[in-house]
């Protein structure tokens, strides 16, 4: 089976500028989580979707973070402006249901000029 | 919250010989416990996981204790490979109800040819 595809993969911006991220998780995965990677460092919960809704978002910066799943499928994060300090990778992950088996996409790798 | 502590930090074994990575969590409520191992610029991918019901899994060469009255967890890896060199994450969750998982800060192994 296809696993979780994330778009793009190296993404270099100037701060202040916006960008999002797309992800697309395994199929008939309704549980899908959006993390974030700092070096050195293990993955952090952002955002956590049961099929289109967001029923944990309590780590988001919602000030400058935004994320959606409209269908219950494909996902994008977006950041609007962007910080020095948002520079990490950011990985999406799915599973059926529950914590259990949680498979991680390649992620994005953000940089912040 | 959840809060999971992870040792060493760092861990170099001869090829051939056993590695242990440790893991201690704080909430008691914490019933599944997955290992992930994270090669250079790759996604996290999921090796094995327990969950609270079982006190020991095994798979092939890799296998996970657990121990919750003193909540903590142990990932054993026998007859060491160089393939075996990677980032491994150990995390825990309180499972449905509160999906989230909790990184610890991971471990850097090293299997020395």
């Known amino acids: 089976e296809a696993g979780v595809v994330q778009s793009p993969r190296y993404k270099i911006i100037e701060k202040k500028q916006p960008v999002a991220f797309w992800c697309n998780p395994i199929?008939?995965?309704?549980?899908l989580y959006w993390y974030l990677q700092n070096l050195g460092q293990g993955p952090e919960l952002l955002i956590r979707y049961e099929n289109e809704e967001a029923v944990d978002d309590s780590q988001l910066p919602k000030d400058r973070f935004s994320a959606e799943r409209l269908k219950g499928v494909d996902s994008t994060l977006k950041i609007q402006p962007a910080e020095l300090g948002d520079s990490a990778v950011y990985l999406c992950?799915?599973?059926?249901?529950?914590?259990?088996?949680?498979?991680f996409g390649p992620g994005t790798r953000l940089t912040v000029t | 919250g959840e809060n999971v502590e992870q040792h060493p930090s760092t861990l170099s074994v001869q090829e051939g010989d056993s590695a242990v990575i440790k893991c201690t969590y704080s909430d008691s409520a914490s019933n599944y416990f997955p290992w992930y191992k994270q090669e250079l610029g790759k996604r996290p991918q999921l090796i094995i996981d327990i969950r609270s019901n079982v006190g020991e899994k095994k798979d092939q060469r890799i296998a996970v204790t657990l121990n919750k009255t003193a909540k903590h967890f142990s990932l054993h890896i026998t007859e060491t490979q160089p393939e075996d060199s990677a980032v491994y994450f150990c995390?825990?969750?309180?499972?449905?109800?509160?999906?989230?998982?909790?990184f610890g800060t991971g471990t850097r192994l090293t299997i020395i040819p």
């Open positions: 995390a825990a969750s309180v499972g449905f109800g509160n999906e989230k998982l909790t």
């Open positions: 199929s008939g995965h309704n549980t």
């Open positions: 992950a799915s599973s059926l249901g529950g914590p259990w088996e949680q498979y």
